[in-house]
């Protein structure tokens, strides 16, 4: 069975630019989490998708939104970038939204110049 | 909120001995779960092993096991047999789910380990 994919593996943006990032969940799954990781920071929930619908957030600004597919496939946007979005966005699945174990996909780095 | 500890930022362990990493957290809730990923430099998040709450056994999953103690909010990790591929940097996770919410994971903040040669 496939893993969790993301697209593009590697962005660079300039300020102000907005971007869109790719998850292809493992099959069956129906769950997607979102996670910022920073040198900083660390690993930092973003939100997490089930059936469509947004069911939990974390602490970012509106700046930071995302959407489900009706295939589980999920994308989050950026817009107006800064220079502190620059990070490693995580994607995981899982398969239900219940207390189920979270499988990660590779990464998208996004470099904000 | 719950908090996830990671004591020990970096780790170094020579190849086929055993190391323990140390993870603590803080949270008045009774059912959860607990789990350890890892990170190598090609940076794709691996599950190691997850602990649920309720269970008294200690998780074990090849090399890899677990010291759960609940009452002192303990959690830590030991590879035996340490290899050259373990090197990766170790996140503990802890996992309560709301049926409200979702599923709200949080991470510690990682230990990096080396494996020498």
Redesign the interface.
């Known amino acids: 069975k496939a893993g969790v994919t993301q697209t593009p593996r590697y962005l660079i943006k300039t300020r102000g630019q907005q971007v869109t990032l790719s998850c292809s969940p493992i099959s069956g799954h129906r ?1 997607v ?1 979102w996670y910022q990781q920073t040198p900083g920071q ?2 930092q ?1 973003l939100f ?1 998708y ?1 059936s469509e619908t947004q ?2 957030k974390g602490n970012f600004p509106g700046r930071f939104s995302g959407r489900q597919f009706s295939n589980s496939r999920s994308e989050m946007n950026v817009s107006t970038l800064e220079l502190g979005d620059s990070a ?1 966005y ?1 994607c ?1 699945s ?1 398969l239900t ?11 998208t780095r996004l470099t904000v110049l | 909120a719950q908090t996830v500890t990671q004591s020990q930022p970096e780790m170094s362990v020579q190849e086929a001995e055993t190391v323990t990493l140390s993870c603590t957290y803080d949270t008045s809730e009774n059912n959860y ?1 607990l ?1 350890w ?1 890892k990170q190598p430099p ?6 190691v092993i ?1 602990q649920e709450a309720y269970k008294q056994q200690n998780a074990t999953e090849n090399r890899f096991s677990v010291n759960f103690q609940k009452a002192a909010k303990s959690f830590s990790l030991k590879i035996s047999d340490s290899q050259l591929g373990d090197t990766a940097m170790y ?1 503990c996770a802890f ?1 309560k ?2 049926p409200n ?10 230990t990096r380990l080396s494996v020498l040669p």
């Open positions: 769950s989490s660390g690993l929930f997490e089930f069911r939990n490693l995580l995981a899982s939204w219940g207390p189920d174990t979270q499988y990660f996909g590779p990464g | 779960y789990f990923y090609s940076r794709q998040m691996i599950l997850r996140f996992m789910h709301d919410y979702g599923q709200n994971f949080v991470f510690g903040p990682g």
